[in-house]
């Protein structure tokens, strides 16, 4: 199975400022289509997740901006550029291209 | 407005049955691959299954396959879970997904229903 390995596990974030988690995988995520199905998830507690982000760099609709992806082959990156308090919570990054399609172990995103 | 709801969940001793139920509306359902993301307590997610929207195909994680069976009934927009053969391991938060490409990670997540394996 392909390991996704997210860092940091824990990220506290002062309000406004940047955040950045990091998602690598145990083997490349480009497809044969030639699409890279890495996407990031978001987490409230008591909530199931959301997708953020698809195909490593587009935006859900009603994402906020603030959101972006980045990446390719076996790494990737979510940045928060402005850490607002609705984005507490547990990010999950996830490949779709080889299955079992596998999630990241989940990165804690509390506020300082 | 998409809207999948989960049931069947509940308590079941090691080695027994359960099957879960997921109702689908909003969409066209056979459209739709549709599939089962699980939670255990405090911990990350894992995809269980998935099946194609036509049923055609099905794929299972290695921990439940033989034990699990997934299906759905595209003429009453219904997803199913079989689970039999229940661990302790399979104690968890069972998700219906949807989206129009799973690979991509499912956009449309049910609320869970719990499966606790316990004797």
């Known amino acids: 199975d392909v390991v996704m390995t997210q860092s940091p596990l824990s990220l506290p974030v002062t309000l406004g400022q940047p955040a950045s988690i990091s998602c690598r995988s145990s083997q490349s995520l480009v497809n044969s289509d030639r699409n890279t199905y890495l996407s990031w998830f978001h987490q409230r507690p008591g909530q199931s997740p959301r997708r953020l982000i698809y195909?490593?760099?587009e935006r859900d609709s009603g994402v906020p901006d603030r959101f972006s992806g980045s990446g390719s082959g076996t790494d990737f990156t979510l940045k928060i550029s402005r850490v607002e308090a609705e984005d507490v919570g547990v990010y999950y990054c996830?490949?779709?291209?080889?299955?079992?399609?596998?999630f990241g172990q989940g990165t804690k995103v509390e506020i300082k | 407005e998409v809207q999948l709801l989960e049931s069947g969940g509940g308590l079941v001793q090691p080695g027994g049955s359960l099957r879960l139920s997921c109702a689908a509306s909003?969409?066209?359902?056979?459209?739709?691959?549709m599939g089962w993301v699980r939670q255990a307590p405090g911990k990350g997610l894992e995809w269980v299954s998935f099946i194609y929207g036509d049923g055609s195909a099905t794929f299972y994680a290695d921990s439940v396959k033989g034990r699990f069976t997934i299906s759905r009934d595209n003429s009453k927009k219904m997803l199913y879970l079989q689970m039999d053969s229940l661990r302790a391991e399979d104690t968890a938060v069972f998700h219906c997904?949807?989206?129009?490409?799973?690979?991509?990670?499912?956009?449309?997540w049910g609320q869970g229903t719990l499966v606790t394996v316990s004797s």
């Open positions: 909003g969409f066209t359902f056979s459209s739709f691959g």
């Open positions: 996830m490949q779709g291209t080889h299955w079992p399609w596998t």
């Open positions: 195909k490593v760099t």
């Open positions: 997904t949807t989206g129009s490409s799973l690979r991509s990670g499912p956009e449309y």
